[in-house]
């Protein structure tokens, strides 16, 4: 198998890591993860302006022509919600590319299945390349397929909780029944996770709070960029089965010892 | 004469009926960083000056921020 | 933390990753998996000459000069053969350095706890320096450490089977206690493992078959390398912890609806 | 805590097994293996008489004084075809109970979220007592309640895989949320599996295959019960929590040494 | 397969489940545990007489004809202190039986394979029945079972820590090698745990701390003897296997559907 | 003369038209122990004898058997 | 006179040379429900009375407690 | 005379005393790739020409090989 680019809505990326700004101690650290990362898909979120500090801009500290800026709709508990999150996204000037996020539950944030479909029948509609996160559920992220969605976006845990690949077994049938890219979102919480993923066959994986809590969140973003590179290598080289028995990786002829004749 | 609109979900007074632009202005918020929503419809930037805000309008001035 | 070398018997190491040479399809496929590993030490096993191709030599394949070239004692059932073995491998030329491995069961090939303390605590004396081969023990491993070996080298599973950590808790207590290098051997399956291993706090891992058997070897080894990196990197870089509630990657701000007063 | 009898639609049941009536080698096994379950509630499914053998009728083997007869929707592939057979189960002088199962997909048997949401709405609106087998989705979970469904009944693993409770993250986030019962359904595989469920403190759990195939189906249909109601006593009777380090269960003073002084 | 009685050192048991006796509130809610788990062996520890409290006697609740009183070693650091303390029990009246833990390590209390296979030789020649803690290494295991040992006692995790069979494939090879009895020891902390240890063919299930220190030690004991005598039904039953494909528990024939032609 | 009904999804020729209970003896099944659909409409058990079947008339016959 | 010896691993001032059945005695302690150990040998119960302990002499007092 | 040697753990027999060297040459393998042992103990390459091969001699040929 071929290590071709990764191919979301008809454009190719290098990188197969994708990265959120969330929660980074300084826009400073989050640059220099983002670039140690080499990702070249990063999420950001929108919000109210915060009218006693109206100066700070995210989007002065990244390039977008450097990476593809992709806007989530978190906070939307509906998908009218998000909708209106997506279009306001694109008046802003963003390509109108969308990571769909609805989650109503406040506590884990987990997404709901009937909002998410809907909204991304209309904004599919709409004319926006739509990257649903959704729970590892095989039969959703087909629907979504259905509907047009660019990609679909499976939790391994939580958002944030670094529990990693929890899903691994809806996963892997997601993967297999899949007919556009697999990105695993959310729960990845150490590169041995986001290589688990890949060596699965997942096509990408996003990775936020993992990197920007770390003790030193550049070379953290690298770890994953290598633990990426690293589960997609092995994806394509054709990993080994696994055994029960032993097999020696040493040759077990009689040795040292009397033939038995 | 004084009226009130809702900005980002609270009222908000203003005096007299200003501009989009002349709201932003006084709210030291740069028009080029944020996206203006009016009564639920998002205003092209090179209108603000033009639309003129009434009593009861909904105003959201929303930005980006870091996420995941 | 910083990113110090490898140190073994006083030797230093770039690579963390440690490869053997069993199983491969050809002698070019094991050397370019080597050079693609990028690995400092490889080890080889010791067998009778086969009369009937009395040609074939491993050793003209492999540069010393590069490598460190680490026999180890495979096939010896009891400490008095590994014994033997070592000394044998010392007589051919190699330095005086031993992966120990003791095994009497032939179906999980799983080492000897007592065989194989009595052989080290021989080799020790004998001038060797010892690297064994042992299940996730930890008070084997502080015992081995006692008599002077200079690693412990505690299987993930048996040789082979590709399944990866499955000692996980018991290699985190010997890592914890351990004040001699830590190498995790056997078992590993895929670049994820490795770097499950060093995430741990793992000093470095030593793969094989699952290099050797891949699809594609120098591909898969240096998918290895890719995930060791990783592992390693993510450690001194401080993972986060983990946490069972989700928490936002994007800030909750109450959002797009009337302020509660 | 008390260990109250299970409740589901306003009916009471003393087993907190449920189990199904597909899959046995014999009628004569199953009714041997229900009786050995000990349950109060059995599964059963409507299809096409089979014209070349029109005699063959599971409902004389089934004693509907002694079980609550469950029909299940099993084979419905949308929220249309499940409604028909809901009301064909009714018609056929089954109470107004259905275990509400919508699948498209043959390889997994999967459920639909949004399909089975949908059948839900229209069966609670008819007066049917539901109860959903879905993913192990909190979300959905939580929008099915609200349409008045009688339980939740998420997956543990694809039916008939006995591969366990491989969604236990998310089944305990649906149990935390649910004011309605949660009834573990499809793959568990095992007692320990049935147990594991009850002390996450689920409310009850369905089993088909793992009894049907055993070798003895009667006796492993006991075992479940055991292990329901093992799992049930070890939920009421407060589990300890889960320590890294050891705490000894032999006390721990200074012993047959000199005491330090 | 029969469900035969448990045989140890030519004796035979109704109950698979082995309790201890360490930790519990009150003498009494020791009893009633012991009695609600239906253990016909019950663990005993040896320490100095505390002379600021010289009344307190343990054996005083125990009654020595409704169970074998299984002292261990608890305590020893090496074999010379293990088989002094068996010798003492012995002289204390107790029959020549001994649980034997040899446990350098204060913090995770794991056991010494060296100093316990030394101190299972001396004790078997000796005339005891030796019942060895051990961790979960099948070589030392057969090496135990070699010199005369009437069980092994491999641990699931370390003691007290209610972390479950976390040695599982350990576990597994030592159940098929063995030719003595397989107890499983330490770590189990729920139900679901000891019938996953006897589904996968374990003799025996050994527990104290889950049930000491749960909020009802007697509602827990009783818990436990179900999970055991559930994990061990499903055993000689005859468990099914895994599938990673669903298998239909409703026959899935063509359906409410025009036949295709 | 005869017609041709629908019968759990197959085409099946009758002789003349006849009422479902006679349709379902012909054919061997306890009118206690099935289901009937005709037209996707469920026939009551008290009525099958009326119910005279028509020219490409869609029967189901279901029953239940055993299942998860 | 006094002598002193060594008791559960502390040292232990005693009068006069007792028999270790006295010094149970003096402890407290039942001789039924405890084993005694003097210079690493084990004492048999019958012979408690007999056996006068000497300056220095190692004794333990070892009985069951709970374990697992 | 032929003698008989064990030869990597079989009997293996050779025309009158020989040296290893000439054992090696006649078996085809090069005495810079393996080491060989003699009735268990190591022989120094150098040395390979002066040792002569007794009746009964067990000797083994060993050399390094693909080992994880």
Redesign the interface.
Request: charged content about 20%.
């Given at each position: 198998m071929e290590n071709n680019p990764l191919v979301i809505g008809g454009r190719s990326f290098r990188s197969r890591l994708l990265v959120?700004?969330?929660?980074?101690p300084s826009s400073r650290s989050?640059v220099e993860a983002i670039n140690a990362s080499g990702s070249d898909i990063v999420?950001?979120?929108?919000?109210?302006?915060d009218?006693a500090d109206?100066?700070d801009?995210?989007?002065?500290a990244l390039d977008p022509e450097r990476y593809l800026i992709l806007?989530?709709t978190?906070g939307a508990r509906d998908a009218e919600e998000a909708v209106?999150l997506a279009?306001?996204?694109r008046?802003?000037g963003c390509e109108p590319w969308v990571k769909l996020e609805v989650t109503p539950d406040p506590h884990y944030l987990l997404p709901d299945p009937v909002e998410t479909l809907k909204a991304a029948e209309i904004l599919v509609k709409d004319g926006f390349t739509v990257l649903p996160y959704i729970n590892a559920d095989p039969v959703l992220a087909k629907r979504l397929e259905d509907v047009g969605t660019a990609t679909v976006m499976p939790l391994g845990a939580p958002?944030?909780t670094n529990r990693g690949l929890k899903t691994r077994d809806s996963i892997q049938i997601i993967i297999e029944q899949a007919t556009v890219p697999v990105i695993v979102d959310?729960g990845l919480g150490a590169p041995s996770h986001a290589a688990e993923a890949m060596e699965l066959g997942a096509d990408g994986v996003?990775v936020?709070?993992a990197i920007a809590v770390a003790g030193d969140p550049a070379a953290m973003a690298q770890a994953f960029k290598l633990g990426v590179e690293a589960g997609r290598l092995a994806f394509i080289s054709g990993l080994g089965g696994l055994r029960w028995k032993a097999e020696a990786s040493s040759p077990l002829t009689g040795f040292l010892r009397r033939a038995e004749s | 004469m004084n009226i009130t609109i809702?900005?980002?979900?609270?009222d908000h007074p203003i005096s007299g009926s200003i501009s989009v632009l002349e709201l932003l202005r006084t709210?030291?918020?740069?028009p080029g960083?944020?996206?203006v929503?009016r009564n639920?419809s998002?205003l092209e930037r090179d209108t603000l000056d033009q639309v003129t805000l009434q009593q009861g309008d909904e105003v959201?001035?929303?930005?980006?921020?870091?996420?995941?």
């Open positions: 959120g700004t969330g929660k980074f989050m999420t950001v979120a929108l919000r109210r302006v009218l109206p100066g801009d995210i989007m002065s806007p989530n978190s209106r279009r306001i996204s008046a802003a958002i944030g959310a996003l936020n709070t | 809702q900005l980002n979900g609270r709210l030291d918020v740069n960083s944020v996206v929503e639920r998002i959201e001035l929303i930005r980006f921020v870091g996420g995941g």
